[in-house]
Protein backbone atom coordinates (compact mmCIF):
# COMPACT_ATOMS: atom_id res chain seq x y z
CA UNK A 1 0.00 0.00 0.00
CA UNK A 2 1.06 3.09 -1.16
CA UNK A 3 1.56 5.99 1.16
CA UNK A 4 -0.12 8.96 0.62
CA UNK A 5 1.16 10.70 3.96
CA UNK A 6 4.74 10.36 4.70
CA UNK A 7 6.68 10.44 8.03
CA UNK A 8 7.76 14.18 7.23
CA UNK A 9 4.11 15.20 6.37
CA UNK A 10 3.28 13.77 9.69
CA UNK A 11 5.73 15.19 12.06
CA UNK A 12 5.68 19.05 9.81
CA UNK A 13 1.51 18.93 11.07
CA UNK A 14 1.67 17.30 13.90
CA UNK A 15 4.61 17.28 16.19
CA UNK A 16 4.26 20.75 17.46
CA UNK A 17 1.10 19.57 18.92
CA UNK A 18 2.54 16.24 20.41
CA UNK A 19 5.40 18.30 22.27
CA UNK A 20 2.64 20.83 23.45
CA UNK A 21 0.67 17.94 24.81
CA UNK A 22 3.91 16.18 26.72
CA UNK A 23 4.87 19.47 28.18
CA UNK A 24 0.92 20.03 29.58
CA UNK A 25 0.72 16.90 31.17
CA UNK A 26 3.82 17.36 33.27
CA UNK A 27 2.71 21.57 34.25
CA UNK A 28 -0.93 20.10 34.29
CA UNK A 29 -2.05 23.34 33.14
CA UNK A 30 -4.62 24.47 30.91
CA UNK A 31 -4.40 23.75 26.94
CA UNK A 32 -6.52 22.61 24.33
CA UNK A 33 -5.99 22.10 20.39
CA UNK A 34 -9.74 22.01 19.76
CA UNK A 35 -11.97 24.85 20.06
CA UNK A 36 -14.75 24.51 22.31
CA UNK A 37 -17.18 27.67 20.51
CA UNK A 38 -18.75 26.35 17.66
CA UNK A 39 -18.15 29.45 15.49
CA UNK A 40 -14.25 28.30 15.31
CA UNK A 41 -14.49 26.15 12.90
CA UNK A 42 -15.74 28.27 10.03
CA UNK A 43 -19.13 30.30 8.86
CA UNK A 44 -19.56 27.11 6.94
CA UNK A 45 -19.15 24.70 9.57
CA UNK A 46 -22.65 24.75 11.43
CA UNK A 47 -24.37 23.87 8.29
CA UNK A 48 -22.12 21.64 6.26
CA UNK A 49 -21.85 19.84 9.45
CA UNK A 50 -25.88 18.76 9.99
CA UNK A 51 -26.08 17.99 5.94
CA UNK A 52 -23.43 15.65 6.62
CA UNK A 53 -25.19 14.32 9.63
CA UNK A 54 -28.83 14.16 7.97
CA UNK A 55 -26.74 12.41 4.98
CA UNK A 56 -26.00 9.53 6.82
CA UNK A 57 -29.24 8.85 8.24
CA UNK A 58 -30.78 6.08 5.93
CA UNK A 59 -28.35 4.64 4.42
CA UNK A 60 -25.79 2.14 5.04
CA UNK A 61 -22.56 2.88 6.92
CA UNK A 62 -19.79 1.17 4.57
CA UNK A 63 -16.70 0.40 6.11
CA UNK A 64 -15.16 -2.30 3.48
CA UNK A 65 -13.39 -4.53 6.88
CA UNK A 66 -13.43 -7.94 6.17
CA UNK A 67 -15.70 -10.72 7.50
CA UNK A 68 -18.64 -8.41 6.99
CA UNK A 69 -21.63 -11.21 7.03
CA UNK A 70 -24.63 -9.09 6.98
CA UNK A 71 -26.03 -5.34 8.14
CA UNK A 72 -27.66 -4.32 11.37
CA UNK A 73 -28.67 -1.16 13.14
CA UNK A 74 -32.00 0.51 14.54
CA UNK A 75 -30.74 3.61 16.49
CA UNK A 76 -33.77 6.05 17.54
CA UNK A 77 -32.51 8.98 18.97
CA UNK A 78 -34.05 9.90 22.32
CA UNK A 79 -35.20 13.38 20.63
CA UNK A 80 -37.41 10.86 18.86
CA UNK A 81 -36.49 10.27 14.84
CA UNK A 82 -35.31 7.12 14.00
CA UNK A 83 -32.08 7.06 12.60
CA UNK A 84 -32.70 3.99 10.11
CA UNK A 85 -28.87 3.60 9.56
CA UNK A 86 -27.30 -0.20 8.90
CA UNK A 87 -23.97 -1.24 9.75
CA UNK A 88 -21.27 -4.18 8.71
CA UNK A 89 -22.11 -6.97 10.80
CA UNK A 90 -18.86 -8.67 11.26
CA UNK A 91 -17.62 -12.45 11.64
CA UNK A 92 -15.26 -12.19 14.15
CA UNK A 93 -13.68 -15.35 12.64
CA UNK A 94 -12.72 -13.86 9.86
CA UNK A 95 -12.34 -10.18 11.19
CA UNK A 96 -9.89 -10.86 14.23
CA UNK A 97 -7.05 -12.20 11.94
CA UNK A 98 -7.20 -9.71 9.68
CA UNK A 99 -7.10 -7.19 12.41
CA UNK A 100 -3.53 -8.80 13.83
CA UNK A 101 -2.26 -9.10 10.14
CA UNK A 102 -1.56 -5.35 10.40
CA UNK A 103 -0.43 -5.51 13.85
CA UNK A 104 3.60 -5.73 12.76
CA UNK A 105 4.19 -2.64 10.57
CA UNK A 106 2.04 -0.78 13.37
CA UNK A 107 4.60 -2.50 15.59
CA UNK A 108 8.04 -1.48 13.86
CA UNK A 109 6.57 2.02 13.10
CA UNK A 110 7.99 2.90 16.38
CA UNK A 111 6.31 5.20 19.13
CA UNK A 112 6.74 8.56 17.36
CA UNK A 113 4.94 7.46 13.65
CA UNK A 114 2.11 5.87 15.87
CA UNK A 115 1.54 8.79 17.57
CA UNK A 116 1.62 11.45 14.78
CA UNK A 117 -1.01 9.29 13.00
CA UNK A 118 -3.05 8.99 15.71
CA UNK A 119 -2.96 13.07 15.66
CA UNK A 120 -3.92 12.63 12.11
CA UNK A 121 -7.12 10.66 13.05
CA UNK A 122 -7.91 13.19 15.87
CA UNK A 123 -7.49 16.39 13.80
CA UNK A 124 -9.60 14.35 10.86
CA UNK A 125 -12.37 14.24 13.47
CA UNK A 126 -12.27 17.57 14.64
CA UNK A 127 -12.64 19.00 11.36
CA UNK A 128 -15.96 17.25 11.06
CA UNK A 129 -16.90 18.30 14.84
CA UNK A 130 -20.16 20.09 13.93
CA UNK A 131 -21.40 16.57 11.93
CA UNK A 132 -19.75 14.55 15.03
CA UNK A 133 -22.29 16.99 17.89
CA UNK A 134 -25.24 15.91 15.74
CA UNK A 135 -24.27 12.27 15.97
CA UNK A 136 -23.63 12.35 19.86
CA UNK A 137 -26.63 14.21 20.38
CA UNK A 138 -29.04 11.74 18.90
CA UNK A 139 -27.64 9.38 20.10
CA UNK A 140 -26.82 10.45 23.99
CA UNK A 141 -29.66 12.63 24.26
CA UNK A 142 -26.98 15.80 25.22
CA UNK A 143 -28.07 18.66 24.14
CA UNK A 144 -26.69 20.39 21.18
CA UNK A 145 -24.32 22.27 22.77
CA UNK A 146 -22.75 19.67 25.52
CA UNK A 147 -22.70 17.14 22.44
CA UNK A 148 -20.74 19.54 20.84
CA UNK A 149 -18.09 20.30 23.31
CA UNK A 150 -18.31 17.22 25.17
CA UNK A 151 -18.06 14.68 22.49
CA UNK A 152 -16.02 16.98 20.29
CA UNK A 153 -13.20 18.72 21.46
CA UNK A 154 -13.44 17.64 25.12
CA UNK A 155 -13.28 13.71 23.99
CA UNK A 156 -10.80 14.78 21.34
CA UNK A 157 -8.62 16.31 24.42
CA UNK A 158 -8.93 13.11 25.92
CA UNK A 159 -7.72 11.17 22.85
CA UNK A 160 -4.93 12.99 22.68
CA UNK A 161 -4.03 13.45 26.55
CA UNK A 162 -3.78 9.10 26.07
CA UNK A 163 -1.80 9.50 22.79
CA UNK A 164 1.01 11.45 24.98
CA UNK A 165 1.10 9.20 27.99
CA UNK A 166 1.58 6.42 26.15
CA UNK A 167 4.37 7.65 24.28
CA UNK A 168 6.10 9.25 27.22
CA UNK A 169 5.70 5.78 28.76
CA UNK A 170 6.89 3.96 25.35
CA UNK A 171 10.36 6.25 25.40
CA UNK A 172 11.11 6.26 28.83
CA UNK A 173 13.48 3.21 27.53
CA UNK A 174 15.94 4.04 25.19
CA UNK A 175 15.44 1.99 22.02
CA UNK A 176 19.08 0.98 21.86
CA UNK A 177 21.65 1.05 24.33
CA UNK A 178 25.45 -0.29 23.98
CA UNK A 179 26.38 -1.83 27.00
CA UNK A 180 29.64 -2.99 28.40
CA UNK A 181 31.01 -4.87 31.62
CA UNK A 182 34.44 -4.59 32.90
CA UNK A 183 36.56 -8.00 33.14
CA UNK A 184 39.60 -6.69 34.68
CA UNK A 185 42.31 -7.78 32.25
CA UNK A 186 40.38 -9.10 30.03
CA UNK A 187 38.28 -7.20 27.37
CA UNK A 188 35.09 -6.22 28.35
CA UNK A 189 31.84 -7.66 27.91
CA UNK A 190 30.03 -6.28 25.34
CA UNK A 191 26.35 -6.32 23.87
CA UNK A 192 24.01 -4.26 21.59
CA UNK A 193 20.64 -3.89 22.84
CA UNK A 194 17.65 -3.12 21.72
CA UNK A 195 14.51 -2.25 23.23
CA UNK A 196 11.30 -2.66 21.41
CA UNK A 197 7.41 -1.96 22.42
CA UNK A 198 5.66 -4.79 21.81
CA UNK A 199 1.91 -4.65 21.94
CA UNK A 200 -0.14 -7.25 23.64
CA UNK A 201 -2.98 -7.90 20.81
CA UNK A 202 -6.36 -6.64 19.63
CA UNK A 203 -7.64 -4.25 21.91
CA UNK A 204 -11.88 -4.49 22.36
CA UNK A 205 -12.96 -0.54 22.69
CA UNK A 206 -16.76 -1.54 24.87
CA UNK A 207 -18.60 2.06 24.15
CA UNK A 208 -21.42 3.26 26.12
CA UNK A 209 -24.27 4.90 25.19
CA UNK A 210 -24.21 8.33 27.29
CA UNK A 211 -20.64 9.38 26.12
CA UNK A 212 -19.76 7.31 23.56
CA UNK A 213 -16.19 9.13 22.43
CA UNK A 214 -15.90 11.22 25.54
CA UNK A 215 -15.72 7.36 27.55
CA UNK A 216 -14.29 5.62 24.41
CA UNK A 217 -11.70 7.82 23.27
CA UNK A 218 -8.81 7.34 25.68
CA UNK A 219 -8.96 3.62 25.35
CA UNK A 220 -9.22 3.50 21.30
CA UNK A 221 -6.05 5.83 21.68
CA UNK A 222 -3.71 4.91 24.26
CA UNK A 223 -4.30 0.86 22.66
CA UNK A 224 -3.66 2.46 19.13
CA UNK A 225 -0.60 4.60 19.74
CA UNK A 226 1.07 1.91 22.08
CA UNK A 227 1.06 -0.42 19.07
CA UNK A 228 -2.51 -2.68 19.48
CA UNK A 229 -5.23 -3.12 16.77
CA UNK A 230 -8.48 -1.67 18.04
CA UNK A 231 -11.91 -3.31 17.69
CA UNK A 232 -14.67 -1.27 18.43
CA UNK A 233 -18.00 -2.25 19.97
CA UNK A 234 -20.52 0.17 20.46
CA UNK A 235 -23.39 0.69 22.65
CA UNK A 236 -26.41 -0.29 20.60
CA UNK A 237 -28.02 3.07 21.14
CA UNK A 238 -25.25 4.74 20.28
CA UNK A 239 -23.44 3.22 17.27
CA UNK A 240 -23.04 6.26 14.69
CA UNK A 241 -20.10 8.39 16.75
CA UNK A 242 -17.95 5.73 17.04
CA UNK A 243 -18.57 4.17 13.43
CA UNK A 244 -17.59 8.05 12.13
CA UNK A 245 -14.73 7.60 14.51
CA UNK A 246 -13.36 4.56 12.89
CA UNK A 247 -14.13 5.26 9.94
CA UNK A 248 -11.74 8.20 10.11
CA UNK A 249 -9.24 6.05 11.48
CA UNK A 250 -9.07 3.63 9.02
CA UNK A 251 -8.67 6.33 6.51
CA UNK A 252 -5.93 8.14 8.02
CA UNK A 253 -4.11 4.43 8.61
CA UNK A 254 -4.14 3.75 5.28
CA UNK A 255 -2.98 6.85 3.56
CA UNK A 256 -0.13 7.03 6.19
CA UNK A 257 0.45 3.15 4.49
CA UNK A 258 -0.60 1.21 7.15
CA UNK A 259 -3.15 -1.42 7.10
CA UNK A 260 -6.81 0.30 7.71
CA UNK A 261 -7.90 -3.14 10.09
CA UNK A 262 -6.17 -1.91 12.98
CA UNK A 263 -9.19 -0.26 13.74
CA UNK A 264 -12.69 -1.89 12.87
CA UNK A 265 -16.23 -1.98 13.68
CA UNK A 266 -18.20 -4.64 15.19
CA UNK A 267 -21.98 -4.03 15.57
CA UNK A 268 -24.18 -6.84 17.08
CA UNK A 269 -27.85 -7.36 15.99
CA UNK A 270 -30.88 -6.86 18.44
CA UNK A 271 -30.56 -8.97 21.57
CA UNK A 272 -27.07 -10.79 20.37
CA UNK A 273 -24.51 -9.37 22.86
CA UNK A 274 -21.20 -10.15 21.39
CA UNK A 275 -19.66 -8.03 24.15
CA UNK A 276 -19.28 -10.84 26.66
CA UNK A 277 -18.45 -13.22 23.63
CA UNK A 278 -15.49 -10.73 21.94
CA UNK A 279 -14.22 -10.51 25.08
CA UNK A 280 -13.14 -13.73 26.02
CA UNK A 281 -11.66 -14.25 22.80
CA UNK A 282 -8.04 -15.20 22.53
CA UNK A 283 -6.98 -12.77 20.40
CA UNK A 284 -8.32 -10.11 22.48
CA UNK A 285 -5.46 -8.60 24.98
CA UNK A 286 -6.82 -5.63 26.20
CA UNK A 287 -10.72 -4.84 27.14
CA UNK A 288 -11.83 -1.12 28.00
CA UNK A 289 -15.42 -0.92 29.33
CA UNK A 290 -17.94 1.93 30.71
CA UNK A 291 -21.21 0.87 32.08
CA UNK A 292 -22.63 -1.54 34.75
CA UNK A 293 -21.26 -2.58 37.31
CA UNK A 294 -22.66 -6.38 36.50
CA UNK A 295 -21.31 -6.58 33.54
CA UNK A 296 -17.39 -4.69 34.69
CA UNK A 297 -17.35 -7.22 37.38
CA UNK A 298 -17.87 -10.04 34.88
CA UNK A 299 -15.22 -8.69 32.45
CA UNK A 300 -12.93 -8.40 35.29
CA UNK A 301 -13.57 -12.12 36.55
CA UNK A 302 -13.99 -13.79 33.57
CA UNK A 303 -11.31 -12.17 30.43
CA UNK A 304 -8.36 -13.17 32.15
CA UNK A 305 -6.55 -13.28 29.25
CA UNK A 306 -6.90 -9.69 29.29
CA UNK A 307 -5.63 -6.17 30.88
CA UNK A 308 -9.24 -5.50 31.86
CA UNK A 309 -10.17 -1.42 32.23
CA UNK A 310 -13.22 -0.46 33.67
CA UNK A 311 -15.45 2.52 34.61
CA UNK A 312 -18.83 1.32 36.96
CA UNK A 313 -21.50 2.49 38.89
CA UNK A 314 -20.55 4.74 41.89
CA UNK A 315 -22.47 6.88 44.21
CA UNK A 316 -21.05 10.20 44.13
CA UNK A 317 -21.25 12.25 47.24
CA UNK A 318 -21.03 16.34 48.69
CA UNK A 319 -20.59 17.01 52.30
CA UNK A 320 -22.28 20.13 53.05
CA UNK A 321 -21.10 21.63 56.43
CA UNK A 322 -20.52 25.32 56.19
CA UNK A 323 -20.57 28.04 53.23
CA UNK A 324 -19.24 31.75 52.92
CA UNK A 325 -21.13 32.23 49.75
CA UNK A 326 -24.10 30.29 49.99
CA UNK A 327 -25.98 31.81 46.91
CA UNK A 328 -22.66 30.43 44.93
CA UNK A 329 -23.23 26.98 46.35
CA UNK A 330 -26.49 26.71 45.59
CA UNK A 331 -26.10 27.81 42.09
CA UNK A 332 -23.29 25.50 41.83
CA UNK A 333 -25.06 22.85 42.56
CA UNK A 334 -28.45 23.29 40.95
CA UNK A 335 -26.18 23.43 37.74
CA UNK A 336 -24.18 19.98 38.45
CA UNK A 337 -27.47 18.71 39.70
CA UNK A 338 -29.26 19.92 36.40
CA UNK A 339 -26.79 19.37 33.69
CA UNK A 340 -27.51 16.23 31.05
CA UNK A 341 -30.34 15.73 33.24
CA UNK A 342 -27.91 14.18 36.01
CA UNK A 343 -26.97 11.27 33.29
CA UNK A 344 -23.28 11.59 33.67
CA UNK A 345 -20.85 9.30 35.83
CA UNK A 346 -19.97 12.21 37.57
CA UNK A 347 -22.77 13.91 38.76
CA UNK A 348 -23.48 14.14 42.79
CA UNK A 349 -26.38 12.05 44.17
CA UNK A 350 -26.29 12.44 47.82
CA UNK A 351 -25.88 15.52 49.25
CA UNK A 352 -25.00 15.32 53.19
CA UNK A 353 -26.69 18.08 55.02
CA UNK A 354 -26.59 18.29 59.08
CA UNK A 355 -29.98 18.21 60.33
CA UNK A 356 -29.17 21.07 62.83
CA UNK A 357 -28.24 23.03 60.10
CA UNK A 358 -25.31 25.00 58.33
CA UNK A 359 -23.62 28.29 58.99
CA UNK A 360 -23.35 30.41 56.07
CA UNK A 361 -22.65 34.06 55.23
CA UNK A 362 -26.59 34.56 55.04
CA UNK A 363 -27.08 33.41 58.48
CA UNK A 364 -27.92 30.21 59.86
CA UNK A 365 -29.92 27.34 57.71
CA UNK A 366 -31.40 24.60 59.13
CA UNK A 367 -31.69 21.51 57.14
CA UNK A 368 -34.97 21.95 55.56
CA UNK A 369 -34.13 25.55 54.21
CA UNK A 370 -31.10 24.51 52.83
CA UNK A 371 -33.13 21.88 50.97
CA UNK A 372 -35.92 24.45 49.87
CA UNK A 373 -33.09 27.12 48.72
CA UNK A 374 -31.63 24.26 46.83
CA UNK A 375 -34.61 23.28 45.32
CA UNK A 376 -36.01 26.96 44.37
CA UNK A 377 -32.39 27.25 42.59
CA UNK A 378 -32.97 24.54 40.13
CA UNK A 379 -36.12 25.67 39.55
CA UNK A 380 -35.03 29.26 39.01
CA UNK A 381 -31.64 27.95 36.50
CA UNK A 382 -34.37 25.70 34.75
CA UNK A 383 -37.48 28.20 34.85
CA UNK A 384 -36.97 29.11 31.34
CA UNK A 385 -38.18 25.99 28.84
CA UNK A 386 -35.61 27.24 26.47
CA UNK A 387 -32.91 27.02 28.77
CA UNK A 388 -33.63 24.28 30.46
CA UNK A 389 -33.92 22.29 26.82
CA UNK A 390 -30.27 23.44 26.64
CA UNK A 391 -28.82 22.29 29.62
CA UNK A 392 -30.83 18.89 30.29
CA UNK A 393 -31.01 17.37 27.08
CA UNK A 394 -33.29 14.41 26.72
CA UNK A 395 -33.42 10.99 29.18
CA UNK A 396 -31.19 8.95 27.61
CA UNK A 397 -33.53 5.28 28.00
CA UNK A 398 -36.74 3.78 29.76
CA UNK A 399 -35.17 3.05 32.78
CA UNK A 400 -33.83 6.29 33.87
CA UNK A 401 -37.32 7.74 33.16
CA UNK A 402 -38.93 5.18 35.21
CA UNK A 403 -36.42 5.37 38.31
CA UNK A 404 -37.67 9.52 37.69
CA UNK A 405 -41.26 8.48 38.02
CA UNK A 406 -40.67 6.77 40.68
CA UNK A 407 -38.88 8.79 42.70
CA UNK A 408 -41.79 9.91 45.57
CA UNK A 409 -41.24 5.38 46.63
CA UNK A 410 -37.74 6.16 47.55
CA UNK A 411 -38.82 9.05 50.20
CA UNK A 412 -39.98 12.45 50.37
CA UNK A 413 -39.39 14.75 47.27
CA UNK A 414 -39.04 18.48 48.11
CA UNK A 415 -38.63 18.96 43.93
CA UNK A 416 -40.59 17.37 41.94
CA UNK A 417 -39.67 16.30 38.91
CA UNK A 418 -41.95 18.74 35.42
CA UNK A 419 -42.02 17.66 31.91
CA UNK A 420 -40.44 20.13 29.45
CA UNK A 421 -41.59 19.93 25.85
CA UNK A 422 -38.48 20.27 23.27
CA UNK A 423 -39.72 22.72 20.55
CA UNK A 424 -38.05 20.85 17.83
CA UNK A 425 -37.73 17.63 18.86
CA UNK A 426 -41.25 17.04 20.45
CA UNK A 427 -41.07 13.42 20.63
CA UNK A 428 -38.32 13.53 23.23
CA UNK A 429 -38.55 12.97 27.06
CA UNK A 430 -37.28 15.88 28.70
CA UNK A 431 -37.30 16.06 32.39
CA UNK A 432 -36.32 18.11 35.34
CA UNK A 433 -34.37 16.82 37.91
CA UNK A 434 -35.96 15.36 41.72
CA UNK A 435 -34.57 15.93 44.75
CA UNK A 436 -35.49 13.31 47.69
CA UNK A 437 -35.23 13.91 51.08
CA UNK A 438 -33.33 11.18 52.75
CA UNK A 439 -32.80 9.71 56.69
CA UNK A 440 -29.08 9.44 56.91
CA UNK A 441 -29.31 8.95 60.82
CA UNK A 442 -26.43 6.14 62.02
CA UNK A 443 -28.42 3.25 62.56
CA UNK A 444 -30.32 3.64 59.08
CA UNK A 445 -27.39 3.04 57.33
CA UNK A 446 -25.84 0.75 59.82
CA UNK A 447 -28.54 -1.03 59.62
CA UNK A 448 -28.74 -1.19 56.09
CA UNK A 449 -25.19 -2.71 56.21
CA UNK A 450 -25.82 -5.28 58.33
CA UNK A 451 -28.30 -7.10 56.13
CA UNK A 452 -26.67 -7.03 53.14
CA UNK A 453 -26.42 -10.39 52.07
CA UNK A 454 -28.11 -11.74 55.21
CA UNK A 455 -31.92 -11.52 53.30
CA UNK A 456 -32.32 -9.09 56.64
CA UNK A 457 -33.80 -6.42 54.16
CA UNK A 458 -33.26 -3.98 51.37
CA UNK A 459 -30.72 -1.30 51.04
CA UNK A 460 -31.73 2.38 51.55
CA UNK A 461 -32.09 4.14 48.24
CA UNK A 462 -29.67 6.46 48.44
CA UNK A 463 -26.42 4.07 49.14
CA UNK A 464 -27.31 2.52 45.85
CA UNK A 465 -26.47 4.62 42.46
CA UNK A 466 -29.64 6.04 41.07
CA UNK A 467 -28.34 7.25 37.55
CA UNK A 468 -30.18 9.86 36.09
CA UNK A 469 -32.02 13.05 37.73
CA UNK A 470 -33.22 11.95 40.86
CA UNK A 471 -30.92 13.25 43.89
CA UNK A 472 -31.04 12.63 47.79
CA UNK A 473 -31.16 15.52 50.18
CA UNK A 474 -29.47 12.88 53.11
CA UNK A 475 -29.97 14.39 56.59
CA UNK A 476 -27.16 13.67 58.86
CA UNK A 477 -26.66 14.11 62.71
CA UNK A 478 -23.26 15.59 62.33
CA UNK A 479 -20.21 16.42 59.80
CA UNK A 480 -18.52 13.56 61.68
CA UNK A 481 -21.43 11.25 60.94
CA UNK A 482 -21.26 12.85 57.20
CA UNK A 483 -17.83 12.10 56.91
CA UNK A 484 -18.33 8.53 58.08
CA UNK A 485 -21.01 7.70 55.79
CA UNK A 486 -18.81 9.39 52.84
CA UNK A 487 -16.13 7.00 53.73
CA UNK A 488 -18.54 4.00 53.63
CA UNK A 489 -20.31 5.16 50.30
CA UNK A 490 -16.74 5.59 48.67
CA UNK A 491 -15.47 2.39 50.15
CA UNK A 492 -18.29 0.11 49.47
CA UNK A 493 -20.06 2.12 46.69
CA UNK A 494 -17.30 3.47 44.81
CA UNK A 495 -17.33 7.43 43.60
CA UNK A 496 -16.39 9.66 40.60
CA UNK A 497 -16.34 12.50 42.29
CA UNK A 498 -16.78 13.69 45.89
CA UNK A 499 -17.43 17.36 46.96
CA UNK A 500 -18.09 19.44 49.84
CA UNK A 501 -18.32 22.99 51.24
CA UNK A 502 -16.82 23.94 54.47
CA UNK A 503 -15.12 26.87 56.03
CA UNK A 504 -13.46 24.98 58.44
CA UNK A 505 -10.06 24.25 58.36
CA UNK A 506 -10.42 21.08 60.47
CA UNK A 507 -13.17 19.50 58.50
CA UNK A 508 -11.25 20.30 54.83
CA UNK A 509 -8.33 18.53 56.30
CA UNK A 510 -10.70 15.48 57.37
CA UNK A 511 -12.62 15.18 54.44
CA UNK A 512 -9.21 15.13 52.45
CA UNK A 513 -8.46 12.12 54.51
CA UNK A 514 -11.23 10.21 53.80
CA UNK A 515 -10.70 10.79 50.12
CA UNK A 516 -6.75 10.33 50.03
CA UNK A 517 -7.66 6.89 52.37
CA UNK A 518 -10.15 5.88 50.15
CA UNK A 519 -8.96 7.03 46.93
CA UNK A 520 -11.80 9.59 45.47
CA UNK A 521 -11.18 12.71 43.84
CA UNK A 522 -12.11 16.15 45.78
CA UNK A 523 -13.40 19.17 44.44
CA UNK A 524 -14.30 21.60 47.95
CA UNK A 525 -16.23 24.87 47.92
CA UNK A 526 -16.42 25.33 44.20
CA UNK A 527 -19.08 28.40 43.99
CA UNK A 528 -18.20 29.88 40.03
CA UNK A 529 -18.06 27.74 36.61
CA UNK A 530 -16.32 25.05 37.72
CA UNK A 531 -18.32 21.98 38.51
CA UNK A 532 -17.78 18.75 40.80
CA UNK A 533 -18.82 16.62 37.23
CA UNK A 534 -16.37 18.75 34.93
CA UNK A 535 -12.89 17.55 34.31
CA UNK A 536 -10.30 19.27 32.19
CA UNK A 537 -8.44 17.15 29.64
CA UNK A 538 -4.51 17.48 30.52
CA UNK A 539 -5.20 18.83 34.35
CA UNK A 540 -8.01 16.80 35.90
CA UNK A 541 -8.18 12.73 36.26
CA UNK A 542 -10.92 11.18 35.36
CA UNK A 543 -11.84 8.56 38.70
CA UNK A 544 -8.53 7.51 40.25
CA UNK A 545 -9.50 3.13 40.17
CA UNK A 546 -8.79 3.18 43.76
CA UNK A 547 -12.61 2.33 44.32
CA UNK A 548 -15.25 0.19 43.47
CA UNK A 549 -16.45 2.89 40.19
CA UNK A 550 -13.72 2.41 38.41
CA UNK A 551 -10.23 0.56 38.25
CA UNK A 552 -8.46 2.64 35.81
CA UNK A 553 -7.94 6.47 35.61
CA UNK A 554 -8.23 8.81 32.38
CA UNK A 555 -5.95 9.50 32.23
CA UNK A 556 -2.16 8.26 34.14
CA UNK A 557 1.12 6.21 33.31
CA UNK A 558 -0.97 3.45 34.38
CA UNK A 559 -4.03 4.06 32.11
CA UNK A 560 -1.21 2.88 29.28
CA UNK A 561 2.17 1.35 30.67
CA UNK A 562 0.01 -2.04 30.40
CA UNK A 563 -0.88 -2.00 26.98
CA UNK A 564 2.54 -3.01 26.06
CA UNK A 565 5.46 -4.69 27.22
CA UNK A 566 9.11 -4.06 26.51
CA UNK A 567 11.26 -6.81 24.10
CA UNK A 568 14.50 -7.06 24.75
CA UNK A 569 16.70 -8.20 21.66
CA UNK A 570 20.39 -8.85 22.76
CA UNK A 571 23.34 -9.15 20.17
CA UNK A 572 27.46 -9.09 20.82
CA UNK A 573 29.08 -6.15 19.51
Not at 95 to 121: K, Y
Not at 138 to 155: D, K, L, R, Y
Not at 376 to 384: E, I, S
Request: charged fraction near 20%.
Amino acid sequence: MTARLSPQQLSEKHRPTLDRALETIRTRAYWSPHPEHPKAYGESAPADGLAAFQALRGTRFELDQPGTDGWTGGEVSPYGPALEIEYPHADPDVLLPAMRAGMAAWRDAGPETRALVCLEILARISARTHEFAHAVMHTSGQAFMMAFQAGGPHAQDRGLEAVAYAYAEQTRTPGAADWSKPQGKRDPLRLRKSFIAAPRGVSLLIGCNTFPTWNGYPGLFASLATGNAVLVKPHPRAVLPLAMTVRAAREALAEAGFDANLVALAVERPGEGIAASLALRPEVRIVDYTGSTAFGDWLETHARQAVVHTEKAGVNTVVVDSTDDYKGMLANLAFSLSLYSGQMCTTPQNLLIPRDGITTDAGEKSYDEVVADLAAAVDGLLGDDARANGLLGALVNPDVKARLEGAADFGDVALTSREITHPDFPEAVVRTPALVKADGARKVWEKSGESEGAGGGAEVPYLSECFGPVSFAVAVDSTRDALDLLRRTIREKGAMTVGAYTTSPETERALEEVCLEESAQLSLNLTGGVYVNQTAAFSDFHGTGGNPAANATLCDAAFVANRFRMVEVRRPE
